[in-house]
């Protein structure tokens, strides 16, 4: 089932860390078994017309675990969907959720398809049909199982399935809640759709203002001026890339896509490149930059830089190539970029690795937020935004009053302003991904045998969840 090419599979490198980890959490075998096997695998076959033809579709849903309900995680539109890929996806949202506190059981789901060769009534009656199908057997729902985008979907494919999911269950007051990654319009929330991409510049900076950490690498402390690298412009890699830039002072040196990779040690501008790239079908060819054709798009990993952002796709930096990373900082954006056997060699050449279950937990972060606003059917900041300026607003009032000087109209406006969805969405998000980072940092720390953050990170996940097990009695 697994690629050959890789001498370990996805899924293997998975459950290798997680038993690297194991002995750390105290936890016994029993638990630890359930904690790490998927609870539900399902398969599904359906037909679908494509042009004058009838094609077989192949796709899954796997639910990790049923720790907590519902279960939460993407669906994949990609060729290279099979069952152990959605088994090892769904067995890190468990982790991912759990790191980052969000109370949900992990899941994935996938559909073998290349989406980009199909027409859009084409891929909207696959969309559909294949939610029919999750209805059927109960496996979506605002308290089964919420899916989300992935790789190859977006807003539009989940308002396909919202809108399938309303037709059968018209009765459900929380329909709404049965995806998250729906449009704005749509029963949606501000701030979805960068945010898998901001919250990986968040964890970034937090992992870049670690004074051991950065003096240990010999970096300087902070995010602002360090050189990174992204490899995927799709949507977490242009959003980390558009962040990391505009927010935190990052000069992004090189950038990897299907097409090939380019390099400017002077610094290439993301929103410029993006522009470029929806102009010409290409990010090759963009101004000062040293272009690598397709057949050498690989080297984008191999890139002198600071920080090396792998937003595509699983295993890039594997036994064969990690040797050649010149990156000191590598921030998993994509979901297992690194293979368990490129990973010694990493952590060998002393690099440090900020793991994806930490590091791109925030689009399920803001995924919980959209869920908890379908479910109390309000837009957040709807009660107290109004309040809040007036607030500040008397007391600027009152300091004015009692100084005798006046604040600016400019000035009180930016002070005296109440917060909107998207504010809170953000700042939820920073204050989650900062907890997170500090909890794993602060669990390295302690346990003298824990020395990467992917070991502390799992092992922060797997207690936690043990706990979850251990307090409903179903283990001793
Ligand atoms: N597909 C995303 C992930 O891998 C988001 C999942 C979600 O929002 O439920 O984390």
């Given amino acids: 089932m697994s690629d050959p090419k890789f001498k370990v599979s996805f899924y293997d490198s998975v459950q290798n860390f997680f038993e690297r980890a194991a002995p750390h959490t105290g936890l016994h075998r029993g638990l630890l078994e359930q904690i790490k096997e998927c609870n ?5 076959r359906f037909p679908v017309q494509v042009g004058k ?22 669906i994949r539109f990609s060729n290279h969907v099979n069952q152990e890929e959605v088994m090892a996806l769904a067995t890190l949202m468990s982790y991912k959720c759990a790191i980052v506190d969000v109370p949900f059981g992990g899941a994935k789901g996938g559909v073998k398809i290349n989406p980009w060769e199909y027409k859009e009534k084409e891929l909207e009656s696959i969309t559909r049909r294949y939610t029919t199908e999750l209805i059927r057997r109960n496996f979506i729902g605002p308290a089964i199982d919420v899916p989300a985008p992935d790789y190859g979907t977006g807003p539009r494919e989940m308002a396909w399935i919202y809108d399938t999911y309303r037709t059968f269950k018209e009765e459900d007051i929380d329909a709404a809640g049965c995806v998250t990654g729906k449009p704005v319009n749509l029963n949606g929330i501000q701030g979805r759709t960068e945010a ?3 919250g990986v510049f968040y964890g970034l900076r937090e992992a870049c203002n670690n004074k051991k950490d950065m003096k240990r690498l010999g970096l300087d402390i902070g995010i602002a001026g360090k050189r990174m690298v992204i490899q995927g412009l799709g949507n977490v890699g242009s959003y980390t890339g558009l962040i990391s830039q505009n927010e935190g002072d990052v000069k992004i040196v090189g950038v990897g896509e299907a097409e090939g990779a380019i390099y400017n040690e002077n610094g290439i501008d993301v929103q410029e490149l993006i522009n470029h790239r929806k102009e010409t079908g290409s990010i090759l060819g963009f101004k000062d930059c040293k272009d690598y054709p397709k057949g050498e798009r690989d080297i984008v990993l191999e890139f002198d830089c600071d920080i090396l952002v792998p937003a595509a796709l699983e295993n890039q930096i594997t036994g064969d190539n990690a040797e050649r990373v010149k990156a000191k900082i590598i921030g998993e954006a994509a979901n297992g970029p690194i293979t368990s056997e490129g990973e010694k060699i990493l952590l060998d050449n002393d690099v440090l690795i900020v793991p994806d279950l930490f590091l791109n937990a925030g689009g399920v972060t803001v995924s919980y937020f959209e869920w908890l606003k379908n479910l109390s059917h309000m837009r957040f900041g709807r009660l107290e935004k109004r309040f809040d300026q007036n607030t500040y607003d008397r007391l600027i009032d009152l300091v004015e009053s009692k100084t005798g000087k006046t604040i600016g109209e400019q000035e009180r406006r930016f002070v005296a302003r109440g917060a909107d969805e998207v504010d809170l ?47 409903m009695g179903v283990f001793p």
Wanted: no cysteine; hydrophobic share 30%; net charge positive.
């Fill in 425 to 471: 969405v953000r700042s939820g998000l920073e204050e989650t991904m900062i907890n997170a980072y500090q909890q794993i940092r602060e669990l390295q720390e302690r346990k003298r045998n824990v020395k990467d953050l992917r070991t502390a990170a799992f092992v922060s996940a797997i207690q936690k969840m043990g706990s979850d097990y251990l307090n």
């Fill in 53 to 74: 033809e009838y094609k077989v579709i192949e796709a899954y849903r796997v639910q990790h675990s049923h720790h907590r309900l519902p279960t939460k995680g993407g």
């Fill in 40 to 44: 539900a695998v399902y398969q599904i």
């Fill in 196 to 198: 898998t991409g901001r």
